[in-house]
Structure formats: C-alpha cells, structure tokens
C-alpha cells in the first residue's frame, strides 16, 4: 500500500488551525515540526499541564493521504480554512510500504547512561556485556533512555545508590530508574504510577531483567521510607508532590528530582525546603537535575 505525504511550512501560529483544517480534508495523520531542525535556527520547545506551549516559529506540517486521495484539493481548502500562508512551497510526494517494525528498531541503539549503565533494546546485543545492562524496549511508557531526563537521573543514580539501600522511584514510567537502581544494587525498589499501561510495562521490564521490583498505584500504600527517593516527572507536578516525596524519604536520605528545565529550578529547590537541601547538581540539553538530601 502507498500513501501521498503532503508538507507546508507555515507560522506557528497557524500549524495546528492547519493540521485541523488537512485532517478535515482527507488526511490520515498530521505531524508539526520545527521548520528549522537540523539548522542553527532550530528552536527547543518544552511544555508541561498547567503552562501554556508555545510554536516555534516556523513549523512544517506534514500530512498522509490515502494513495487516490485527491491531495492538492485538501491543501488548497486547508489554507484556505486555517487562513495560513506556506513560507516555503508546498510538496506532495509518495510514500510506499515499509516494514515499519523494522525501520523503527533502527531508530533505537543501545544507549549509555552513567559510567556502567546500558539501555539495551531486544534486537541489539549489549555493547558492553560485562557493563550494568537494563534491556529495555521504547512502548507506551516513558522512559527508554532517548531522554536527557532519564540520562541524568541514571549517572546520579550510579554516584549515590548503596548495597541494600531502598528506593522509590515515584512516577515510574516504564521502570527503568527503579530496575537500574536494583542492577547497581538496591535490595528493594519501588515503583509508582498513576497510568496503568505505566504499571504493566514496569511489571513486564522488572521481569524481563530478573529484578523483583514492586510496582503500586498512586492509591496503593506506599512503601516506608526509603533511602532514596527519585522522580523523574516535570516541574509543576513535582512541586506538587513535596511534602509526599519527603515524607516517603527517610532523614538523611537522598533525593533526586528531574523533568525540570534551567529556569524551574529555583522554584522546585524552594517547593522542597521545609524538608530538604537540594540543589541542581546536572543538566543536560536544557534538564536539570535537582538533588540532595532529606534533612533529619
């Protein structure tokens, strides 16, 4: 089967009227991207519940129709509905039939994180078989690695985690903070989240890496507190979170923060004060990670 992909570059002010007005049209699917990736232009742009998200400035807005579709109709109603001029000319060219399974493994390799950690998909070999490999495949939950977030989290966790020491990974994703904590040698580890296809795929990844790793809801009782506490979420909700977050930790247990941008530090260290001193201690490609200690 073929498809016909159709690509304009708009302001991003009008991507999404645009996408809207292609979908109306016939399209199958619409994506909004930076115009300008792979550029010196090329913008970051981050966005979380309760901030508003803003474009980049130039966005392309890439649509796939049906092989008979008749695709310069649906672009022309399109700007004329979304009222968006194109800033480069518009393209329709043809995609055919792939094995999609395939050409999405290849978009995933064994990752390093830390010093001795591997992320390692199923269809590679670790690339380090005497290193700390936690095979991982990307799904419905996040966390394979792929993200500055998760990178940081996993070298802090290298640096801090003790034989035997508890944790709790708080908004667990697929697992993978909690499994590595257990490869460097955590003796337990917990694992918390609010999305259950989160829950099934740290269940499948605890298993999988032959970790016996305790996965609960966020309605569940919590464990005890622990000797380390990580959460790698975003911002607002880790504000949210602190006086949870610190009453999980014991005194004189660690703490390690991430999903927060450069200029949201400040505002998560002093969330945390009444309980703990913490303070950025990384950061990676705009994240930081926010860490320290849980005051006695």
């Not at 498809?3 to 979908?23: K, P």
């Not at 977030?149 to 996993?154: E, S, V």
């Amino acid at each position: 089967m073929a498809w016909q992909r159709v690509s304009l570059v708009v302001a991003g002010e009008h991507a999404e009227a645009l996408a809207e007005a292609l979908e109306a049209g016939g399209a199958l699917t619409t994506e909004i991207a930076d115009a300008d990736a792979g550029t010196e232009r090329e913008q970051s742009v981050f966005g979380e519940p309760g901030a508003e998200a803003r474009p980049w400035p130039r966005c392309r807005v890439t649509a796939l129709f049906a092989a008979d579709a008749d695709a310069g109709g649906a672009i022309h109603g399109a700007l004329q509905d979304s009222a968006a001029i194109t800033l480069a000319p518009a393209s329709i060219d043809h995609l055919e039939d792939a094995d999609w399974v395939a050409v999405t493994q290849r978009q995933f390799d064994p990752i390093q994180a830390g010093q001795r950690v591997w992320i390692v998909p199923s269809w590679h070999e670790p690339p380090d078989p005497a290193a700390i490999n936690v095979m991982l495949d990307p799904g419905a939950a996040f966390g394979t690695g792929s993200h500055p977030t998760t990178r940081l989290c996993i070298a802090w966790l290298e640096e801090h985690v003790a034989k035997g020491d508890s944790v709790l990974d708080y908004g667990c994703g697929s697992g993978i903070l909690a499994i590595a904590a257990m490869k460097l040698g955590a003796g337990r580890a917990a694992g918390v989240d609010v999305d259950p296809l989160a829950l099934e795929a740290a269940r499948y990844n605890a298993q999988r890496n032959g970790v016996a790793l305790q996965v609960l809801d966020t309605e569940a009782a919590l464990p005890e507190r622990v000797d380390i506490t990580v959460a790698n979420i975003l911002a607002n909700p880790l504000r949210m979170l602190a006086a949870l977050i610190c009453g999980h930790t014991r005194p004189g247990g660690g703490i390690a923060l991430a999903g927060i941008l450069a200029e949201q530090a400040s505002e998560v260290v002093e969330a945390y004060a009444p309980w703990a001193d913490l303070r950025v201690e990384a950061s990676e490609g705009g994240w930081v990670l926010v860490a320290g200690t849980r005051r006695q």
